[in-house]
């Protein structure tokens, strides 16, 4: 595919679709990291596997989505992302080179950029805000791959940012399991002001997700579903026919 549309026609029929649905915490990324942990090792793993089915449809174009993107704002190629908030002085590129002048991703499309390069992706990535999802999957041409990066409660433990709320972990067991049956409308009936309060950051990825493929018939995978640092962190793909 050469270029995104703008004027592109409305496909006639329904496009082959695929969800890859990860965190993303910057330990997710080794730089970060420092010495190995075994939680975030098998986090990592579980990631990987997740865009793996995600890729296995072979997408001419993946949608990185997640908190932090601006309405009306796409990133692409030549955009770039740092890392250097957490220490680390290193850049990422959304795709393609780095060119001057372009944007600074935020961290969830950096992090989605990393998901796809280690998983070898080399076709088009576009970046956006949850609420552009829908708009955009109407008009493209498929398949496309969609990766929704998003966390789950970060008040599930006394030492969670957030502090220890007892709605959490039912919160996002929640979420867990409609991850892990496919379940497009409870993904996209979340509570938003339920999840703004227990930090939950993945809430309008989700939902966004949700509402967009509701209706369709959705072959699911849960990888991973813990919080080993007090912050809910859910992994998943989906096939949607």
Not at 19 to 34: I, K, M, Q, R
Not at 117 to 140: C, F, I, K, N, P
Request: with cysteine; hydrophobic share 45%; glycine share 16%.
């Amino acid at each position: 595919m050469s270029a995104l549309p703008g004027g592109s026609p409305v496909p006639t029929e329904r496009s082959a679709l695929s969800v890859a649905f990860c965190p993303s915490p910057p330990l997710l990324l080794p730089a970060v990291e420092g010495r190995p942990d075994g939680p975030t090792s098998l986090l990592r793993g579980a990631c990987a596997d997740a865009v793996g089915g995600m890729l296995a449809v072979r997408p001419e174009v993946v949608i990185v989505v997640g908190a932090g993107a601006v309405d009306g704002i796409r990133f692409g190629a030549g955009d770039t992302g740092t890392l250097t908030a957490f220490g680390v002085p290193l850049e990422i590129p959304f795709g393609g080179r780095v060119r001057p002048g372009g944007r600074r991703t935020p961290l969830a499309h950096t992090l989605g950029a990393w998901l796809l390069d280690q998983a070898g992706y080399a076709g088009t990535r576009v970046g956006l805000a949850s609420a552009e999802l829908g708009g955009l999957l109407r008009v493209l041409p498929g398949p496309v791959g969609v990766l929704a990066m998003g966390d789950g409660s970060a008040r599930r433990n006394v030492k969670a940012p957030g502090y220890l709320d007892e709605a959490a972990e039912p919160f996002d067991a929640a979420v867990a399991a409609a991850l892990g049956s496919g379940d497009a409308a409870a993904l996209a009936g979340l509570d938003p002001l339920e999840g703004e309060r227990l930090l939950a950051a993945g809430v309008p990825t989700w939902r966004a997700v949700g509402a967009a493929v509701v209706g369709r018939d959705v072959t699911a995978r849960l990888h991973y579903a813990a919080a080993p640092f007090g912050v809910g962190y859910l992994v998943a793909d989906w096939a949607v026919a």
